[in-house]
């Protein structure tokens, strides 16, 4: 059997104090104390345990910042990002809360192909219209509703009792000219009156005779004109 010898050197004396607190925040900036075995030996463990989580992926991780996930803790979740985040149910209201998924390139197409035809309405100007928030109209029955606008709208009708029940239609100006012409016959005759209704009190009694209405011609003083015109009724 060989023998080992050591030598020992002694250069002065120094007292050495040995801690076996617990790893942590507390060994910061502590440089009179040695840390125990017992103290590096269950540090270095945890490593192998606390250090690495093998929790699945969650909001818990936002708040986590000493633990590292594992690796089948982030494959998992990277497995699962080209799956359930990506959705391929149809276009509807649905999609309207999901913040958290995101619709397939099918699905995408599938809607940009309808908005051609389906939201575009070649329906011709109604009261259907009116409910109709989801469709646009296309440009073919708007353009046959703004050129009658300037047709249905203006109606060249004759004046006549037609007229009092019609609120969504203007008569021509050639219709209004015509009625206003025959209103005023002329100026200068008997003949040449027009009819205006009076109350008792504007018209003497000879005026009153005529049904309560007078009529007045285009010249002379008010009452020869009056009187003119009832002298033509009663000739």
Request: proline share 2%.
């Amino acid at each position: 059997m060989g023998l080992t010898f050591v030598t020992r050197h002694v250069y002065g004396t120094a007292t050495v104090t040995v801690s076996d607190t617990a790893y942590g925040t507390a060994w910061d900036g502590v440089g009179t104390l040695a840390p125990s075995q017992n103290a590096i030996y269950d540090q270095f463990v945890a490593f192998g345990t606390t250090g690495i989580s093998d929790a699945v992926y969650g909001t818990a991780w936002s708040v986590v910042t000493d633990i590292a996930p594992s690796k089948k803790a982030i494959y998992d979740k990277m497995e699962t990002v080209g799956t359930a985040a990506i959705s391929d149910a149809a276009y509807g209201t649905a999609w309207a809360a999901g913040t958290t998924t995101a619709p397939s390139q099918h699905q995408v197409y599938e809607k940009i192909e309808t908005l051609g035809t389906a939201s575009i309405s070649d329906t011709a100007y109604g009261t259907a219209w009116e409910s109709g928030t989801a469709l646009a109209p296309s440009q073919h029955a708007v353009y046959d509703k703004i050129e009658t606008l300037g047709t249905a709208q203006v109606s060249d009708a004759a004046y006549s009792s037609s007229w009092g029940t019609v609120t969504a239609i203007a008569p021509s100006k050639n219709a209004v000219y015509d009625k206003i012409q025959s209103l005023v016959i002329g100026e200068g005759t008997t003949e040449d009156c027009i009819h205006i209704f009076v109350s008792a009190s504007s018209a003497s009694s000879a005026q009153k005779g005529v049904s309560g209405a007078y009529y007045t011609c285009g010249s002379g003083t008010a009452n020869t004109q009056i009187n003119n015109a009832i002298n033509e009724l009663n000739a």
